[in-house]
């Protein structure tokens, strides 16, 4: 029988009545001030939303400190901490501002590139495909990996403007152009996170490359959809893109 | 299982935190050594890995962490701990440390540094959690003495006691955050020369000084001031006990000019150095 504690507790009652008062249940931990707990949960509570706040930078200045901090307060409720890293936490925070934003899509969007950035600052090194190293290849043939820090998504708003506004202390524009692109991409070259607008098709390439089509047949389904002339072109500028940009670590 | 003793050092350090990381780079700085957030670096790549390589480059590394958890009644986590490992390989650091505390229980982690009571089943949870992850990284913890806003009433021990049972029955060492005993005698009124007399002299092997603030009720161990007058005193008491230990400052919140920290480690210099001379007076 384990040796008890004041009060009849054992040290797992006590850790799991001092965790369930951190997060919102009203009975204090046995032999537990108001005043001392009180610290405890003041800490838990604003580490929380802190790490929030800077992982999400932007989305915050977008929506502003007060709504932010009345979603990360619902959020913390909701979501207890479970990783051994705060990295993790944010991770359903794009969900919840997507739950609690349903008419603006940007808030979400934004909040996904705020995490999907920081996701790649401290994601896997691979070095990118040197452009020397290009020769001899089939590119009927050739297979694509991509640097593992990318990630896409198509977006409703004008999401990549608003992010770049408020980086360089520029007023955003709030409604998305009709030229807005409907896709986004973040990655890692060297160091340095990236992210860039970019066409439908180029997202449809990117699915069916990352599926394991040759680029062969990622420009027989780009002609397709729009026709022969415009996909050998566009084919050509995006493969540049892509190597240019370090997105590319692999030709097999 | 084999573990590596920890090699002999002494010199005065910082608590490398971003803002400071590119004067670390751009030129040599003034320190013996560095102490980095062991979590902030068990990433996959990037710049993190980037700076701490070069960092690790020009200075000896100390690794202290946050979410070893080594008061858990549910055990270590061994996931962490291997990842932690790998850090270690990466880094040969001089030691690697984190808190006596728990972090979490059921799968729940607080991020916060939360109390245990001095008792013989809480003894028995964390010499069984050290000896696993002394095993696993290959080599001697340091743990480091918290600060505590909570005295679970009739504990069989004093912190200090804790502490001295905790090393003989582990093997593993301490840092002694100078900060934190000032900030939990006040808050729970002990005398701190009663602590000095309980404490294992010979197992601490760095220590930390920084400030606090003044809360509501207590004082609260907030990293975000300088070293203020009474914790200096308490280190030049401590350097008496202990001679020649790695010290060194840590500010994690209202980081300063990195000029305002080297003055502080100066000043620890001034008094370790003044301490030892005195030492050596005393036993000439």
Not at chain 2, 26 to 32: E, K, R
Not at chain 2, 193 to 205: G, K, S, T
Request: net charge negative; glycine share 6%.
């Amino acid at each position: 029988m384990p040796p008890k504690h004041p009060r009849g507790m054992n040290l797992r009652d006590m850790q799991r009545s001092f965790s369930a008062h951190l997060q919102g249940a009203d009975p204090l931990p046995a032999g537990a001030t108001p005043e001392g707990m009180a610290v405890y949960t003041h800490a838990y509570r604003s580490q929380l939303k802190q790490c929030l706040r800077e992982t999400f930078e932007k989305t915050r200045l977008w929506i502003g400190d007060a709504a932010f901090d009345e979603a990360a307060d619902v959020y913390i409720r909701l979501h207890p901490p479970h990783a051994w890293t705060l990295d993790a936490y944010g991770d359903g925070f794009t969900a919840h501002l997507d739950h609690a934003w349903p008419r603006d899509p940007d808030v979400g969007e934004l909040a996904w590139l705020d995490w999907t950035l920081r996701r790649a600052f401290a994601g896997p090194d691979q070095a990118p495909v040197a452009m020397a190293a290009l020769v001899n290849i089939d590119w009927d043939q050739a297979v694509l990996t991509f640097a593992p820090t990318l990630r896409w998504r198509h977006v409703q708003s004008n999401v990549a403007a608003i992010w770049r506004a408020m980086d360089e202390d520029r007023i955003p524009s709030t409604s998305p152009t009709e030229t807005t692109p409907p896709a986004l991409r973040v990655w890692r070259h060297g160091l340095s996170t990236r992210f860039a607008s970019m066409p439908v098709e180029e997202a449809t390439c990117l699915d069916l490359a990352t599926m394991g089509a040759s680029f062969g047949e990622i420009c027989i389904d780009l002609a397709r959809r729009t026709g022969e002339e415009a996909a050998t072109t566009v084919a050509g500028a995006m493969l540049g893109d892509w190597l240019r940009n370090g997105m590319v670590v692999a030709v097999a | 299982m084999q573990r590596d003793a920890i090699t002999p050092f002494q010199g005065f350090g910082i608590g490398l935190r971003p803002p400071h990381y590119d004067a670390f780079l751009a030129a040599p700085q003034p320190v013996d050594f560095v102490e980095v957030i062991s979590e902030n670096f068990m990433v996959d790549g990037g710049r993190p890995l980037d700076v701490l390589a070069r960092v690790r480059g020009q200075y000896p590394v100390a690794l202290h962490g946050v979410s070893l958890n080594i008061g858990a009644v549910d055990g270590i986590d061994v996931g962490y701990v291997r990842r932690l490992r790998q850090l270690v390989d990466r880094v040969d650091p001089l030691w690697v440390s984190d808190h006596l505390c728990w972090t979490g229980v059921d799968g729940f982690n607080s991020h916060d540094l939360l109390p245990l009571p001095y008792s013989e089943e809480a003894l028995a949870v964390v010499c069984t959690n050290i000896d696993r992850v002394q095993d696993i990284l290959g080599r001697a913890l340091l743990l480091e003495n918290p600060s505590t806003y909570i005295a679970f009433p009739g504990m069989a021990m004093t912190e200090a006691a804790f502490l001295s049972a905790m090393c003989q029955a582990t093997g593993c060492h301490l840092l002694l955050d100078v900060n934190n005993i000032y900030v939990s005698a006040i808050n729970h009124g002990f005398d701190t020369a009663q602590w000095f007399v309980d404490l294992p002299w010979e197992r601490v092997r760095q220590v930390h000084l920084a400030g606090h603030s003044q809360g509501e009720h207590m004082l609260i161990d907030t990293h975000d001031a300088p070293v203020p007058a009474a914790v200096w005193d308490l280190y030049a008491r401590a350097c008496e006990y202990m001679g020649d230990v790695a010290t060194m400052i840590e500010r994690d919140d209202h980081i300063p000019p990195l000029p305002e920290l080297l003055a502080e480690v100066a000043a620890a210099r001034t008094i370790a150095g003044g301490t030892a001379c005195h030492r050596s007076t005393r036993a000439a």
